[in-house]
């Protein structure tokens, strides 16, 4: 009876309070590394009471049912449900990992759950995105993103990245492939401006693109005010943003304050570079020609000479010519905030030291934040950000640095540039000009202002009806200047030059949307979302170039012989109305429709005014047919389809004047008849995309799959088309073309351990595939670039990034032909397809060890595929200085067949002429390079210090080291070909080499919070 006793008393006890409720309190932390955890939500389930932790991970919680349940949930962990079981203190541990109701944001700012959604998007975290210490928010997002294709220009700092999602839509050389930027609901530029920087004559340049790698605008960022960054990626997922965001969007979410205690945060890191791939030097042969060496003032920079003897001195120039760079980065913000007001203001400091000399860049940030609840219906919000960057850019491309340097000659220092009177020591006697000197005397120098906020108002009307309204405003004043002495190759022709240009840009949008969400029953809910946006977009190019320096030494664009001005202007205005209305049923199917009619004032009259729809659906099927199955914890099936369209840049519809190259010259005026004639008749490109998808969770939650299949069909594409010179013109803008691309995305994701011990692995893994299907009327093909040995070209029934070289002469059975000279001949009749730049696919994989407050983060990248022409190479296999050259001066036999049909027995030597000759390095083999890769992309350790170090003063203290393209294994003989040669913004692919190659960086970081 004594045993039986005590348990008939528990029971009474916990049968009364049962009936009662009591007040919880106790405390969360991660289960990592024990360390609390702010701002977690707490809810009794199945009711909206709850609260949220403190500074401390505390919670306490007021009548609270004793036989009902908590729910904890927060952002990066799992949801934990406990029985509360009349217990007075919950103190509970949180388990990092794969969350189902997930909130991403998508358009205009809007908040969805991710499960609704019948698109694909994927979420990169703040935490995620600083594993890398990039300070250009694109190149932090390589190798994390299915479906996303990032290049960087190189290592000079400040290099602009490039970034492509699902592919190429358009055609033309020109157009803009890259997605929308949008900053907490502000669309803001991710241009790449390359002004003008060119002599009237003297140069060979491509375009201005090619001569400084320049940066993209959303580099003004500062990755330390992020919070999140949720890619859109198909046409239903941008469906609201229009033709804006025709290529997909980039939607950030900065950090906001919250209510409770102002905390302030500080970070900063100091950071080492220098080159991570050269092209290996060969050291057999010294300089010379003929086998003889050259003395005098003959030019000197073949290493055609006689063998090297011992003590002959011998310099990795592709690796000497380089110092080691160094970054600092500074980052400070307050924020906090009452139960009606929260801010943020935040100020930062990146400096980078390049690792050519004389380059560097700057960048200063400030922002202001906050909201404020005006009353319980109306509450107002806004911020204002500031961003000056400076830049001193090293030249690239033709006459550049790099083209220099691909000259020189490995037996001579190339860093002794200076003569003892300050004049340039030139080896070459003036036929190049020496890389270092270009470096310490015509840099770009770049100094950018720019401005970008909003204002907002949030009215509700009622539980299910709201309005919100913001204007937004994002303007930019880049101020640039470059010098060119006569002494420089590129200013011979003029006696030298100074370019000043100003670019202004402005944008203007006003967005008003109403959004009303009502739930007609258990099962039967509807949101709908209607709205109007107004937009414009100014810019302004004001520049001057002035030609022969009058007085020697004296560098001022008034001390000039002849003087030339750039002026140029653009407006545009889109003005769109839309509407998107989802339908719920159940809690397991969401169906979606959204339209949107646009008017651009680039198109014609008649055509300016376009409809696009979108359709998607969301069937979870964990909460129907897979409900009570153990091995699914979660299960979505989706597919969308969607039309967006895509109007034409600014005059393209009509006869125009336009300033003429070198001209007002005296007084002669500087105006023509533009030689472009443009299409009254002109139709908006139109994007037809159909996507279907899967996301699902395995084995309570330990294996993670998400996978995408999506055709994109781009047709009425708006291009310039040659036409007759009788006309009086030479280009006609028409609608003609079609492109389509075909991919799958897959992102897998497991736990092999959890608990205080974690591993984390992420997959991601894409194959996008292009074809142009139909190109326009009597246009057989276009060339974006002829190097003059390989082109980028399409044809129609040929891709985006196809490229195309000399192949040798064949007989009909495609044997290769040999002379009785024994060797081959190049056709040069044609060029024939060879290979295509963009990758065959490409993937990253994600590793994440954490213990106890230490992590460990390594990012491995391939991409696969890929064909690629070193435009910096071809100088140095014809001047014998790489290792490629070095197998000289011995008997082979060329592959092929004589003209009588039988196999080549001819023995011939392979001698300097070999590499020097047209007519056997023009051939594909020594051009055309596999640039296929493998590369360990980040590697993070990091380690969070116990708050008992430091007590309450300080709430937390993370030190840590990061390294970024730590390792690279790849067949390509030059420099890391992932720098684009052609900069970001363009889509001339294929190309790499004469500019700073890509940089191996260490950095030290520190994170303190109060």
Do not use: C
């Amino acid at each position: 009876m004594k045993f039986i006793l005590p348990f008939i008393l528990a029971f009474a006890l916990v049968t009364q309070l049962s009936g009662q409720n009591i007040n919880v309190s106790g405390k969360v932390v991660s289960s990592m590394d024990d360390e609390p955890l702010i701002g977690v939500n707490v809810v009794i389930k199945g009711t909206s009471i709850g609260t949220t932790t403190d500074l401390e991970g505390n919670y306490t919680l007021a009548n609270a049912p004793a036989n009902g349940t908590l729910e904890f949930s927060y952002v990066g962990f799992e949801k934990l449900e406990t029985a509360i079981n009349g217990q007075l203190i919950i103190n509970v541990s949180l388990d990092a990992g794969r969350t189902l109701d997930e909130v991403v944001v998508t358009s205009f700012g809007i908040a969805k759950e991710k499960k609704v959604l019948g698109y694909g998007s994927q979420k990169v975290t703040a935490e995620v995105l600083m594993q890398s210490s990039q300070p250009n928010v694109v190149n932090a997002l390589q190798g994390k993103v299915a479906g996303v294709t990032i290049n960087s220009a190189g290592g000079s700092p400040g290099a602009g990245a490039n970034i492509n999602i699902r592919g190429i839509n358009s055609i033309s050389g020109s157009n803009d492939n890259q997605p929308l930027f949008v900053v907490d609901g502000i669309i803001i530029s991710n241009a790449t401006n390359a002004g003008n920087v060119l002599p009237s004559v003297g140069t060979n340049a491509v375009n201005n693109n090619e001569q400084f790698m320049n940066t993209n605008r959303a580099a003004d960022i500062n990755n330390d005010d992020i919070e999140s960054i949720n890619i859109l990626k198909g046409a239903a997922a941008t469906a609201l943003y229009g033709q804006r965001a025709s290529n997909g969007a980039v939607i950030i979410t900065t950090k906001k304050g919250k209510a409770g205690k102002t905390a302030i945060n500080y970070s900063t890191s100091y950071g080492v570079q220098e080159v991570d791939k050269i092209p290996l030097v060969q050291d057999v042969y010294s300089h010379g020609i003929n086998g003889l060496a050259r003395t005098g003032s003959i030019p000197v920079f073949q290493q055609y000479g006689p063998p090297s003897l011992p003590g002959d001195p011998f310099y990795q120039h592709f690796r000497d010519f380089f110092r080691q760079g160094t970054t600092a980065n500074h980052s400070l913000s307050f924020s906090g905030g009452s139960d009606k007001t929260s801010f943020l203001t935040s100020a930062s400091f990146f400096n980078n030291e390049g690792i050519t000399y004389n380059t560097s860049f700057q960048r200063v940030t400030a922002k202001l934040s906050a909201t404020h609840q005006m009353s319980e219906k109306l509450s107002v919000g806004g911020q204002i950000n500031y961003a000056n960057s400076k830049g001193v850019n090293p030249a690239s491309g033709d006459k550049s640095i790099y083209s220099s340097l691909s000259y020189w000659s490995p037996s001579f220092d190339v860093n002794d540039y200076l003569k003892a009177d300050g004049t340039q020591k030139n080896i070459t006697a003036g036929t190049i000009d020496n890389p270092r000197y270009m470096a310490e005397t015509s840099p770009l120098n770049t100094d950018v202002n720019r401005v970008y906020g909003d204002m907002n108002l949030n009215y509700k009307f009622n539980s299910w009806l709201s309005a919100r309204y913001q204007v937004t405003a994002d303007y930019y004043n880049d101020r640039r200047s470059r010098i060119v002495p006569p002494d420089l190759d590129l200013g011979t022709q003029v006696r030298g030059f100074i370019t000043e240009e100003t670019i202004n840009s402005m944008e203007l949008n006003s967005n008003f949307i109403v959004t009303a969400n009502h739930k007609f029953n258990e099962d039967l809910g509807i949101n709908v979302t209607v709205g109007n946006t107004i937009t414009d977009i100014k810019g302004e190019n004001l520049g001057a170039r002035g030609e022969g320096f009058i007085a020697p030494g004296f560098y001022n664009i008034l001390n000039t012989s002849n003087a030339f001005i750039r002026k140029s202007n653009s407006l545009r205005r889109i003005v769109g109305v839309f509407a998107d209305a989802r339908i719920d049923y159940k809690d397991y199917l969401y169906l979606n429709f959204t339209g949107r009619n646009d008017w651009s004032s680039t198109l014609p009259a008649d055509n300016r005014s376009f409809f696009y729809p979108s359709a998607s659906v969301s069937y979870i099927v964990s909460n129907t047919l897979l409900k009570d199955n153990a091995f699914f914890s979660f299960m979505k099936l989706r597919g969308s389809v969607a039309q967006v369209g895509k109007d034409a840049s600014p005059y393209q519809i009509g006869t125009y004047f336009a300033p003429v190259p070198g001209f007002p010259f005296g007084t002669v005026g500087g105006f023509r008849r533009d030689l472009d004639i443009g299409n009254f008749n002109l139709l908006p490109e139109l994007t037809t995309e159909s996507e279907v998808g899967i996301e699902a969770n395995f084995l309570n939650n330990l294996i993670s799959l998400e996978a995408n299949y999506f055709v994109r069909n781009s047709k009425n594409q708006i291009i310039d088309v040659p036409i007759s010179n009788v006309t009086g013109f030479s280009r006609y803008t028409t609608n003609a073309g079609l492109i389509v691309n075909k991919g799958v995305e897959v992102l897998l994701g497991f736990s092999p351990l959890k608990g205080k011990f974690r591993w984390d692995i992420d997959i991601n893994w894409t194959r996008i595939r292009n074809t142009v299907v139909s190109m326009p009327e009597n246009l057989k093909e276009i060339t974006f670039y002829d190097q003059g040995r390989s082109a980028l070209r399409i044809v129609e029934g040929g891709s985006m990034g196809d490229m195309y070289g000399y192949d040798w002469r064949r007989n009909e059975k495609g044997e290769v032909l040999i002379g009785t000279n024994g060797l081959p001949t190049l056709d040069q009749s044609k060029y024939i397809k060879l290979g295509n730049a963009l990758p065959d696919w490409f993937g990253g994989l994600n590793n994440t060890f954490s213990y106890k407050g230490l992590t460990l983060n390594v990012l491995l990248e391939v991409r696969q595929g890929g064909d690629m022409v070193d435009l910096m190479e071809m100088n140095a296999l014809r001047n014998g200085t790489t290792l490629f050259t070095e197998d000289r001066n011995v008997m082979t036999i060329w592959k092929g067949v004589t003209a009588d049909g039988k196999a080549n027995t001819i023995p011939v030597i392979v001698d300097e002429n070999t590499y020097r000759a047209f007519g056997i390095n023009g051939h594909h083999s020594f051009n055309l390079q596999d640039a296929s890769w493998f590369r360990i992309r980040n590697i993070n350790l990091s380690y969070s210090l116990p708050k008992s170090l430091f007590g309450k003063a300080i709430s937390s203290a993370r030190v840590g080291i990061s390294a970024s393209n730590v390792f690279l294994s790849t067949p390509f003989r030059g420099y890391d070909p992932e720098a684009l040669a052609f900069g970001s913004g363009s889509n001339l692919v294929g190309f790499t080499g004469r500019n700073t190659p890509n940089t191996r960086n260490i950095n030290f970081n520190l994170n303190i919070g109060f």
